[in-house]
């Protein structure tokens, strides 16, 4: 496996001047997240999942925003978002499709699945369809092995597939 490195050093953020992480999320954060756990560092994921799931993505302004608020340092903030493959750096679509790829699935024909919506979508895992609709991504195993192979297409699990249903599905989407 190759090693991808990136220019962090030179980095440059892009900025808008209103905050992602706005007061009123704050207040909300403080109020219903943070006085649960024992320390601010602790919430650091409940803050990235509010943010992603307001803007569908965590641009990294918002990540040195959610340093400041839980008085941490940006690349701490930064190493736990890209530690978890749920946490997006990049807009994503606005589906994301998760085909899972462990062992149950892995024998039950994950890889007719993926290959069935690469050919479709034209597009390979990690990537995003021109129009901004899907996103198309590996998953470790997604707890349903019963039902494999399965996958997740934004918050809905679908089991028993087949390449062709899986499309079905994928074309049903508004
Ligand atoms: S291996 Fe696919 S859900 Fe467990």
Not at 7 to 30: A, H, V
Not at 76 to 93: H, I, N, S
Not at 108 to 124: A, F, V
Request: proline share 6%; hydrophobic share 35%; charged share 25%.
């Amino acid at each position: 496996m190759a090693w991808i490195t990136k220019n962090s050093g030179t980095m440059q953020i892009e900025r808008r001047t209103e905050p992602y992480l706005t007061d009123e999320m704050k207040r909300d954060l403080e109020a219903k997240v943070v006085v649960r756990y024992p320390t601010r560092r602790a919430s650091t994921l409940p803050c990235l999942h509010a943010v992603q799931e307001k803007y569908n993505y965590i641009p990294h302004q918002a990540i040195e925003e959610i340093g400041a608020f839980l008085g941490l340092p940006a690349s701490e903030v930064l190493d736990t978002c890209t530690f978890y493959e749920m946490f997006f750096t990049q807009p994503r679509g606005k589906y994301v499709v998760w085909v899972c790829q462990s062992i149950s699935c892995e024998l039950l024909g994950h890889e007719k699945l993926m290959h069935g919506l690469e050919e479709k979508l034209g597009i390979l895992p990690g990537e995003t369809t021109p129009d901004g609709k899907i996103t198309l991504m590996h998953a470790e195993c997604l707890g349903a092995c019963g039902g494999a192979p399965c996958a997740l297409v934004s918050e809905t699990m679908h089991e028993n597939l087949t390449a062709e249903n899986l499309e079905r599905i994928i074309d049903s989407l508004p």
